[in-house]
């Protein structure tokens, strides 16, 4: 398309609850920032290979009847964001997409240059919220029986990829905690990851406010005790090492 600027790659990855898509929606409010809400969700497992530079080019990203995806025009609540993305696609620094399963590695081989942020989160806190959603049988669109226990099987998964690729290429992926992010009230984690992105902070930090905010009055001091018998399978399962030397290089 003429006219058109060249891009950067990035992607906004984390396991699923672990602030994914508050951090896209923070990020996407900048306007050189156009990142997919899970457009590809359907590629990000052994149909990996098959994602290449064009599922990135205007006509194909917004073109929705491949079923790579569950988010369409269709659905209400995702009408003004996509209609927002679609309108910077072509002036936006970075092009992109979100992702709950960890690919860096893989994507690397077919994208060198592209840029990872990642947002990690205590297992206990995954786990809990895992646990509230396989519990609540009105939320149809969480997975069957996907409780606290397969909680921990995604999280240690996700903790591994996530320390390898920031251990590799520090200048290419960059891994937010949770916590600090929504939580610290000054807004180092914002500042780390556009500097990381180099891009300017300013017009996002008030949907950064917001954001934290609502971490202090609704999330923060929410009851997330857990039954026994799930701390006690956490405390075995759980790959805390690997937790503790991902926190040495969490922003």
Do not use: C
């Not at 790579?68 to 993305?85: H, K, S």
């Not at 997330?224 to 290089?249: F, S, V």
């Amino acid at each position: 398309m003429s006219g058109a600027r060249e891009h950067e790659l990035l992607f906004v990855a984390g396991v699923a609850r672990s602030g994914t898509t508050a951090l896209r929606r923070i990020l996407g409010n900048h306007p050189d920032i156009a990142v997919g809400m899970e457009r590809y969700k359907r590629l990000w497992g052994e149909r990996i290979g098959e994602l290449g530079p064009e599922h990135f080019e205007r006509d194909r990203f917004f073109d929705y009847g491949d079923g790579l995806t569950n988010i369409t025009p269709d659905v209400p609540w995702a009408q003004e964001r996509l209609a927002d993305l679609e309108a910077k696609w072509d002036t936006a620094r970075y092009r992109g997409d979100k992702m709950t399963t960890i690919r860096a590695r893989r994507l690397w081989q077919r994208f060198p240059e592209a840029r990872f942020v990642f947002i990690v989160r205590d297992i206990s806190l995954v786990a809990s919220s895992w646990e509230r959603r396989a519990a609540d049988a009105s939320d149809t669109g969480w997975r069957e029986g996907a409780g606290a226990d397969r909680a921990v099987g995604a999280w240690n998964t996700a903790v591994r990829r996530v320390l390898d690729a920031v251990s590799d290429r520090p200048d290419r992926a960059i891994a937010l905690d949770y916590t600090r992010f929504f939580g610290e009230p000054s807004g180092a984690g914002l500042a780390a990851v556009m500097a990381f992105l180099e891009l300017d902070a300013a017009p996002i930090q008030a949907d950064w406010q917001a954001a934290h905010d609502q971490y202090v009055e609704s999330v923060a001091g929410r009851d997330r005790t857990l039954p026994p018998e799930t701390a006690a399978y956490i405390a075995e399962h759980a790959d805390l090492g690997a937790w503790r030397r991902l926190g040495e290089l969490t922003v």
